[in-house]
Antibody, heavy 118, light 110 residues
Framework: QVQLQESGPGLVKPSETLSLTCTVSGDSFSSYYWSWIRQPAGKGLEWVGRIYSAGNTNYNPSLKSRVTMSLDTSKNQFSLKVTSVTAADAAIYYC????????????WGQGTMVTVSS | QSALTQPPSASGSPGQSVTISCTGTSSDVGRYNYVSWYQQHPGKAPKLIIYDVSKRPSGVPDRFSGSKSGNTASLTVSGLQAEDEADYYCSSYGGNYNVVFGGGTKLTVL
């Protein structure tokens, strides 16, 4: 049974960098699109971006200049960095497994809340 | 890319059917048969219930069905049950390797 688990600091200062990691267990890391999706409190879902198991990345155009994703296949982990964060980046961040062309998400992590505050 | 448009709320009585719409453009919903739907209960992660417009993952009841016409996709929940009360989100491939979500619909079972 595939499981995803997000980890990382729950509090980030404005203008600093948000860093999260997702650990994948229970299945092969290969041949999937691994994505980050976020949800501000009380609001809807926003796709942040994805990384293919071969390392190719695609980002939401509205975040592209501040987002970087990477993966560590030896640890079955993929990571997210968002630079120059503001209050608008505060959200629950979910990691998810993407299928097809990464256009739908069949397995989700439980989510991790990130607060942006000094 | 703009978010897909969903009604903020929908409701129905137990046993009834309810349909939730998801309107995009000719660049996303209208162009690709890659519409998916997610159910989210309070405090929980979203759960995939429909993909590729109308396909159901294993374990999802056939009370949930999806369809598409032009730039609008729809999710129908038949035989409403109390546990169907949740937020529902649509999503579509938006071209250029992007994915776009709808704003979400809160379904209330009366």
């Amino acid at each position: 049974q595939v499981q995803l688990q997000e980890s990382g600091p729950g509090l980030v200062k404005p203008s600093e960098t948000l860093s999260l990691t997702c650990t994948v267990s229970g299945d092969s890391f290969s041949s999937y699109y691994w994505s980050w999706i976020r949800q501000p409190a009380g609001k809807g879902l926003e796709w942040v971006g994805r990384i293919y198991s071969a390392g190719n990345t695609n980002y939401n155009p509205s975040l592209k200049s501040r987002v970087t994703m990477s993966l560590d296949t030896s640890k079955n982990q993929f990571s997210l960095k968002v630079t120059s964060v503001t209050a608008a980046d505060a959200a629950i961040y979910y990691c998810a497994r993407g299928r097809n062309n990464g256009d739908y998400f069949d397995i989700w992590g439980q989510g991790t809340m990130v607060t942006v505050s000094s | 890319q703009s978010a897909l448009t969903q009604p903020p709320s929908a409701s129905g009585s137990p046993g009834q059917s309810v349909t939730i719409s998801c309107t995009g453009t000719s660049s996303d919903v209208g162009r690709y048969n890659y519409v998916s739907w997610y159910q989210q209960h309070p405090g929980k992660a979203p759960k995939l219930i429909i993909y590729d417009v109308s396909k159901r993952p294993s374990g999802v009841p056939d009370r949930f069905s999806g369809s598409k016409s032009g730039n609008t996709a729809s999710l129908t929940v038949s035989g409403l049950q109390a546990e169907d009360e949740a937020d529902y989100y649509c999503s579509s491939y938006g071209g250029n390797y992007n994915v776009v979500f709808g704003g979400g619909t809160k379904l209330t079972v009366l």
